[in-house]
């Protein structure tokens, strides 16, 4: 089986910071592209910030030049910095994993998501 387990949510005033985690565990073989996901309630969720096994990055218009994603490939763990966060951040951040999983399949694996407030 693999996990994908999130972790540094929280609560945060405007202006401030926080950074993510997410670590994967389980039957892996390697890991191709990483992400950060999120969700508003009400709205769909979007894409915040992908990461390729090579450290190739992408990052959704809306988060440019605050946010940085980054991963520890020996650690199997993806992180998401946040800075100059705004209370339309506000939202559950979930982290995305495409991965050689058991038996070799390649798989598409979601953690369970963490909660980012941005109080203004």
């Known amino acids: 089986q693999v996990q994908l387990v999130e972790s540094g949510g929280g609560l945060v005033q405007d202006g401030g910071s926080l950074r993510l985690s997410c670590a994967a565990s389980?039957?892996?073989?390697?890991?191709?592209?990483m992400g950060w996901y999120r969700q508003a309630p009400g709205k769909q969720r979007e894409l915040v910030a992908g990461?390729?096994?090579?450290?190739?990055?992408n990052y959704a218009d809306s988060v440019k030049g605050r946010f940085t994603i980054s991963r520890d490939n020996a650690k199997n763990t993806v992180y998401l910095q946040m800075n100059s966060l705004k209370p339309e951040d506000t939202a559950v951040y979930y982290c995305?994993?495409?991965?050689?999983?058991?038996?070799?399949?390649?798989?598409?694996?979601w953690g369970q998501g963490t909660q980012v407030t941005v109080s203004s």
């Open positions: 389980g039957s892996i073989f390697s890991i191709n592209a």
């Open positions: 995305n994993a495409d991965l050689w999983g058991p038996s070799l399949i390649r798989g598409n694996y």
């Open positions: 990461i390729t096994s090579g450290g190739i990055t």
